[in-house]
């Protein structure tokens, strides 16, 4: 799935990026280009920056954030 249309850049793409410690929606700006054209794509990159993360967390045994607990993830519309 994309997830910048104007750059061309995919959700695999953003996944590879935060597993090698990309942190933000600025970070994939310098690295992909995301958000550097109409950022519409802004969101919905946080977002899988954020389950990403929170798939970090449970690799290393940490407990749960609250948005695990509640069950959000990355849907982008
Ligand atoms: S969709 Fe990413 S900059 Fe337009």
Redesign the pocket.
């Known amino acids: 799935m994309y997830v ?4 061309a850049v995919t959700e695999r793409q953003v996944r590879e990026a935060a597993r090698q410690g990309l942190r933000s929606v600025r970070a994939l700006k310098e690295r992909l280009g ?8 802004a969101r919905c990159a946080q977002q899988i920056l954020r389950e990403c993360a929170l798939c970090a967390e449970e690799a290393m045994g940490t407990p749960p954030t609250a948005s695990r607990v509640t069950g959000q993830e990355a849907v982008c519309t």
Do not use: L, P
Request: net charge neutral; hydrophobic share 35%; glycine share 0%.
């Open positions: 910048c249309i104007c750059e995301v958000a550097s054209q109409c950022a519409k794509c």
